[in-house]
């Protein structure tokens, strides 16, 4: 809910300041061709809840924390005016602790590498706020431990679109935010413990807080 709420209001500012610079002006913000930008991407995510399961005829209770992590850096070309190609790479890190009464501690951690070749079409709705869908094609590996154990490893390809608000902070530096992704997904398991190989493939429309990105751009 807090996700869907800070989505909102980052739209709804968008709107105000597009209302305002269109009164003064029928300028729209506009990257012309050949501008490059480079880009800093995070998102950040954290969970805590408590359980209660019955276990071998007695009650267990316990809590389960979450917290993770992902930082990406890309590179972009302008080829026409607001039209932009683009490459990337990132590093992700996911970490989840559960503690039970009647059990052992569990931990897991996931570690993932990120390259991700991209298009981006930029509409201007203002003199400093841009609206931007993104088209992208990110392959991912992923290491995984349980228990300090080497679980096994997991690739992960996506192709989808991420809508996304760019907003001026002056000629050079923007702030921007991208939420969520609509794509197909196609993953591959190889746990190394048990030999097996498990592969699913989806297409869906994803707004979980793994999909929420903040960045800062350099334009030039």
Do not use: W
Not at 65 to 84: D, E, M, T, V
Not at 171 to 195: I, M
């Amino acid at each position: 809910m807090k996700k869907i709420t800070l989505v909102m209001c980052l739209l709804f500012i968008a709107f105000v300041n597009a209302q305002d610079d269109d009164k003064a002006t029928s300028d729209k913000l506009t990257f012309e061709k050949n501008t490059q930008f480079v880009n800093l991407n995070f998102s950040v995510n954290s969970t805590e809840s408590d359980f209660e399961r019955q276990n071998q005829n007695q009650l267990d209770t316990g809590e389960t924390k979450a917290f993770g992590f992902s930082i990406s850096a890309s590179y972009a070309y302008a080829i026409n005016n607001n039209l932009f190609l683009g490459l990337g790479v990132g590093y992700g890190s996911n970490k989840r602790e559960v503690t039970a009464t009647n059990q052992n501690d569990n931990d897991s951690e996931s570690k993932s590498y990120q390259v991700f070749p991209y298009v981006r079409y930029y509409k201007g709705i203002g003199k400093k706020i841009a609206l931007f869908i993104q088209g992208e094609a990110r392959f991912s590996h992923f290491e995984n431990e349980f228990n300090a154990l080497n679980e096994g490893e997991s690739d992960n390809f996506f192709v989808g679109i991420r809508p996304g608000i760019t907003f001026m902070l002056n000629k050079n530096f923007a702030l921007e935010t991208s939420f969520g992704a609509l794509g197909y997904t196609h993953t591959k398991l190889d746990n190394g413990q048990f030999n097996t190989e498990v592969t699913t493939n989806s297409f869906d429309l994803s707004l979980n807080s793994s999909n929420l990105f903040f960045g800062l751009n350099y334009y030039f």
